[in-house]
């Protein structure tokens, strides 16, 4: 297995509701990583988890939760989101990512109504 | 402070022609490169990536890349197009020194014309 899975892929949320990304990879890698990424931008890193703890948090909201249950798993909890929220929201994870670079799931596009 | 630069925001060629996107990347050491494209909608797919050794990099679907350390360049080359290879691409960077965190230019569109 070769692939980062990401779940949903479309999410539609009111600015009320509490929702969570799902992640999942199986190649043992033991960095993953959140990203935000707008239309025509680049991907905007959000939190590195590094053997399960987080090592990163780039000055996110906390309206934004990540939680990282065991080695292959990563949730990004969603609560009082606001319409510029809206984003394609991607999780990725590395063995080494410096060496081997980071595999990319195929996101999910969160739009905050 | 660490970047990468992709200068062209937007690159247009024909279907047949030969291709080349531009990267550099500051911050005096050499960092592990990196090529990603992106389909509309899509996650990230590693094209290619470099660490050491040979400047000339073979990557999937028919890319190459060559580091230029005189140049702080990685740019990427395909000797002939295909339609399918419209996308976003992004360059990226890691460096050994400060947060290791992956640092990406701000892209370049593709748009094959037929």
């Given at each position: 297995d070769t692939e980062v899975t990401q779940t949903p892929k479309h999410l539609v949320m009111g600015m009320t509701n509490?929702?969570?990304?799902?992640?999942e990879q199986h190649m043992g890698h033991r960095a993953m990583y959140w990203y935000k990424q707008k239309a025509k931008k680049p991907?905007?890193?959000?939190?590195?988890?590094?053997?399960?703890?987080?090592?990163?948090?780039?000055s996110v909201p906390?309206?934004?939760?990540?939680?990282?249950?065991?080695?292959?798993?990563?949730?990004l909890?969603?609560?009082a989101l606001q319409p510029e929220d809206s984003a394609l929201y991607l999780c990725a994870s590395s063995q080494d990512g410096r060496?081997?670079?980071?595999?990319?799931?195929?996101?999910?596009?969160?739009?905050v109504v | 402070a660490q970047s990468v630069t992709q200068p062209d925001i937007h690159i247009t060629v024909s279907e047949g022609a030969s291709l080349e996107l531009r990267c550099?990347?500051?911050y005096g050491a050499t960092p592990y490169l990196f090529w990603y494209v992106q389909s509309p909608g899509q996650g990230l797919q590693l094209l290619l990536k470099y660490f050491s050794g040979d400047t000339l990099v073979q990557g999937i679907k028919g890319f190459e890349a060559e580091f230029k350390r005189s140049q702080s360049s990685f740019n990427?080359?395909?000797?002939?197009?295909?339609?399918?290879?419209?996308?976003?691409?992004?360059c990226a960077a890691?460096?050994?020194?400060?947060?290791?965190?992956?640092?990406f230019g701000q892209g370049t569109r593709l748009t094959i014309n037929p």
């Open positions: 509490k929702k969570s990304l799902k992640c991907p905007e890193l959000m939190f590195v988890y590094s053997y399960e703890k987080l090592s990163i948090n780039e906390s309206r934004f939760s990540p939680e990282c249950p065991n080695s292959s798993l990563l949730n909890h969603l609560h060496v081997s670079g980071y595999t990319f799931g195929s996101g999910t596009r969160l739009t | 550099n990347y500051s990427l080359r395909k000797p002939s197009v295909h339609w399918s290879d419209a996308a976003e691409y992004f890691v460096w050994l020194q400060g947060a290791q965190k992956l640092v």
